[in-house]
């Protein structure tokens, strides 16, 4: 059984996800220590998350955090819950599995930001900045925690100067990110200046054509021009 197991792990790190699955699933596990048990059901969740599977991915995940007791393991588990949860739109969920991680001592840029985006879906914007403002002190070149402060600063009109500047430097830094190009469109709009808000919409639409926050933002640039 120790081959089967194995050979379906080797399948996972060749992200052939299918036969991954298949394979783990076929074996035996009657004889497994419960760690090992919980190995299983972690690379089970990981098989469903790759495959979009997300609530056979979330049984998985939940079996490791509610039985395993190797931190690490359960942080990795708590952190992709998290992700699945955003994703499939629960941000409530998410951040739930984010403040159990918090409360137990883990503390990282990328659980701030997920964090920050989690609260900003439920329109909690302070926390939302606040958790931004957290990422930056860890990491005041992430890039992720600058566009997300930055689009929040411009949207909510509390600091539109910083808001921009935060967004010119996360586009500086990944200059093909639409996401970034649109928060840095966006900004230059609040901020007045249309022609270069066009300038970078255009770009961010131009690799993101079927991102409707784009075209959203785009559509109104050109009706307040017009």
């Given at each position: 059984m120790a081959e089967k197991f194995e050979n379906a792990v080797r399948l996972y790190n060749m992200k052939r996800?299918?036969?991954?699955?298949?394979?783990?699933?076929?074996?035996?596990?009657?004889?497994?220590?419960?760690?090992?048990?919980?190995?299983?059901?972690?690379?089970?969740?990981?098989?469903?998350?790759?495959?979009?599977?997300?609530?056979?991915?979330?049984?998985?995940?939940?079996?490791?955090?509610?039985?395993?007791?190797?931190?690490?393991?359960?942080?990795?588990?708590?952190?992709?819950?998290?992700?699945?949860?955003?994703?499939?739109?629960?941000?409530?969920?998410?951040?739930?599995?984010?403040?159990?991680?918090?409360?137990?001592?883990?503390?990282?840029v990328q659980i701030y930001t997920m964090t920050a985006y989690a609260a900003w879906m439920q329109n909690d914007y302070d926390r939302a900045v606040k958790m931004y403002e957290n990422a930056l002190d860890i990491d005041p070149d992430n890039t992720t925690a600058m566009n997300g402060l930055g689009f929040l600063l411009v949207e909510n009109g509390t600091n539109i100067r910083r808001g921009l500047e935060l967004c010119r430097k996360a586009v500086d830094k990944r200059p093909q990110n639409a996401a970034y190009l649109d928060s840095l469109g966006w900004a230059y709009y609040k901020s007045g200046y249309l022609v270069e808000a066009r300038q970078w919409l255009r770009r961010a639409l131009d690799l993101a054509p079927r991102q409707k926050d784009i075209s959203s933002h785009m559509k109104i640039l050109v009706a307040d021009a017009s």
């Open positions: 996800w299918d036969s991954a699955l298949q394979t783990f699933q076929g074996v035996d596990t009657s004889a497994f220590t419960a760690a090992e048990k919980m190995e299983i059901a972690y690379y089970l969740g990981l098989c469903y998350t790759k495959l979009e599977r997300y609530n056979d991915a979330i049984l998985y995940f939940e079996q490791v955090v509610t039985g395993e007791s190797t931190s690490l393991r359960v942080c990795q588990c708590r952190l992709t819950l998290a992700y699945i949860y955003m994703i499939t739109e629960r941000p409530r969920m998410a951040e739930f599995e984010l403040e159990r991680l918090m409360k137990n001592g883990f503390k990282s």
